[in-house]
């Protein structure tokens, strides 16, 4: 077998008579310290991932290596974490080994990878990159008005950490058709999925129309089902003019978490980059949850910009629990070399146990001589809940000398009763980023962490809090 | 077996160089229609800026491309935006770019085919490619003034 292997691998690149490129990425990352709340033992851990890439023409090959080093054997591992076998043209493309794919906007399915974003469970304390992908193939072809693709993959469990053997992280098997169908500026798009497990099979399928109204109006419906308990709805309307875009967007899910959760239904609530608002952002309960999200974004003649936010959602968890926020952020250049941006934010957030929660905040950029810059942060929050009335807060100090080197000083404060097991908590830390070369660039963080829910690139996980000294290293040659 | 593994090795490192060629590549547009990069690319160079809307340094990196673009197409500079926004947000890009009025055209891929494709590793990612495809520099992040590093890139390049 490994020698047909070989031999399909020799012809392809006999037939290759191309210039052939290699790169390499790689992330390494040492920490020295610990998560406050775990006094057991100082925890020192080293982690590393590399990819190797390497192309001929259409044809690409890529290895990926993972390894986590700790003093406790049972958190650490090396393994080769994905192989990619891809081939690109413009009607026809295949892949073969870790792949990745969102059908129906993420409705059936969703896998992704989160650049740069490492995952630490804290029941096994093993660090990991943080994604989902589908161990199999896929492939695409394409017609002048219509596409089709398939996919046979096994989707990984991405909360078990690589220490775990691959048939206990990757339990179910998918298949997958979509045919899409392109006219003028509509598309209409058919797909079916079947998941597989050991108990029994599921079939789900999903209808979607898009297209414009008028020149100016755009719209988006998505019906998902498995033609009994399981259904979703999905639709959006866009509303664009010069100078200002609206977006109104529409959920209904019910019993919509499929398999193992490899699906991840639209969330239709603001992902906010803000400190405070990041770590509350709510995270749909595709059990059952519906509501909508109305954005729109303005921009004035002198290019400052207003952002207005509000989204509603409604979860049946004994009883009905109705999350509200409206949203308010504006940013101006107030003078030459000063840029300013405020938020204000309102929510209400039942499953949070919030029956009130103000928020805002400033951020300030001033540009300096010879290129150098100067951030000046501050946000505030205040809830009220049914222990307290309590707050959170953030102070932030960052310079930046052009484009070579940015440090930053960082304070949070809280008095959150159901998080910390004292009056009130500071957790103070800074660090740096150093740019080496074009290919290279060294990040340094010192002193404490807070961590929690935080969302990134629209998924949501956990971090855990860290206090120590952390160095990372990456580079792409 | 061994023998083969070696020549396959031998055969896989004889012809290797270090400038990555963009394979090309076919996505939509925030208008549903798909375009394909060779009928979009620069006739001297194309800026391929990688964004998402939830990136903070990616909207602050907008305006100043907007007005590279405006400055450069004349001259064979073709600025082309890849957004790599997910279910969550996509709906958003299309009225983010018209109110914005992006001044080049931006290009929808959800599953980060082409960021992946490309060794991308972080928003916003900024790549000038030569006529050949190749990728001849590369800007990671963006902060206040990187417009003029940018636009000294797009100058030594178009010489």
Sequence with gaps: ?477 | MARYCVLLVFLLLSNVGFNQTLRGFTLPNINNININFNDIKGKKLTVVDFWATWCKPCMKAIPKLSHLSSKYRSKGVQFIGINGDGPRNMAKVGPLTRALQIDYLVLLDPDLTIFQDLNVSTFPTLLILNENNEIIWRHEGFLEGDERLIEEAILNNLQ
């Excluded at chain 1, 958190?75 to 026809?92: G, M, P, T």
């Excluded at chain 1, 146990?353 to 540009?367: A, D, E, K, P």
């Excluded at chain 1, 809280?414 to 070369?437: A, E, M, R, T």
């Design chain 1, 1 to 477: 077998m490994k020698l047909w292997i070989c031999t399909a691998l020799l012809f392809l690149c006999a037939i290759q008579n191309g210039h052939a490129q290699l790169r390499l990425q790689q992330l390494t990352e040492a920490q020295f310290g610990n998560i406050p709340t775990d006094t057991s033992s100082f925890f020192p851990s080293l982690y590393n991932k590399t990819h190797l890439h390497y192309q001929i023409k259409k044809i690409k090959l890529t290895a990926a290596f993972q390894q986590f080093h700790t003093p406790y054997s049972s958190r650490n591992y090396l393994q080769l974490q994905q192989v990619q076998l891809d081939y690109y043209s413009s009607k026809f493309s295949f892949q073969l080994g870790h792949i990745y794919q969102t059908v129906a906007r993420g409705i059936l399915l969703r896998t992704f990878e989160i650049p740069g974003a490492l995952f630490e469970e804290l029941s096994f304390r093993s660090k990991q990159q943080f994604y989902r992908d589908l161990l199999g193939g896929q492939i695409r072809w394409k017609l002048n008005h219509l596409t089709i693709k398939g996919l046979y993959g096994l989707p990984l469990i991405n909360t078990l950490p690589p220490t775990f053997m691959d048939k206990k992280r990757r339990v179910e098997k998918l298949a997958y058709l979509g045919i899409n169908y392109q006219i003028n500026k509509h598309a209409a798009e058919v797909n079916m999925l079947s998941n597989s497990s050991k108990q029994n099979t599921e079939w789900l399928g999903a209808f979607s129309i898009s297209g414009p109204l008028l020149p100016f109006i755009q719209y988006t419906g998505i019906w998902s089902s498995n033609g009994s308990d399981k259904n979703a709805f999905y639709a959006n309307m866009n509303i664009s003019f010069p100078k200002i875009g609206i977006t109104i967007e529409y959920k209904d899910y019910r019993n919509y978490v499929l398999g193992s959760s490899f699906n991840e239904p639209p969330a239709l609530v603001k992902e906010h980059n803000y400190r405070v608002l990041n770590r509350m952002t709510h995270i749909p309960i595709p059990q059952s949850e519906k509501g909508y999200q109305i954005e729109a974004v303005f921009l004035f003649d002198d290019l400052s910009i207003l952002t207005l936010n509000h989204a509603l959602a409604i979860n049946q968890i004994g009883g009905k629990q109705i999350y509200r926020e409206y949203y308010l952020e504006y940013q101006k250049e107030l003078r030459s070399g000063l840029d300013s941006k405020v938020f204000i934010n309102y929510a209400v957030d039942p499953i949070q146990l919030q029956s009130l929660r103000l928020s805002g905040g400033i951020y300030n950029t001033i540009v300096l001589e010879g290129g150098a810059s100067l951030e000046l942060n501050w946000e505030y929050q205040r809830f009220d809940n049914d222990v307290q009335t309590g707050f959170n807060q953030y102070y932030g100090l960052g310079f930046s000398s052009g484009n070579q080197f940015s440090s930053f000083l960082s304070v949070e404060a809280s008095n959150d009763q159901l998080l910390i097991d004292q009056p009130y908590k500071l957790w103070i830390g800074g660090g740096g980023k150093f740019k080496v070369s074009s290919n290279h660039s060294i990040t340094f963080f010192a002193g404490e962490r807070r961590g929690g829910p935080a969302c990134t690139a629209g998924i949501c996980y956990n971090v855990l809090d860290f206090k120590g000294f952390e160095i990372r290293w990456n580079s792409t040659i």
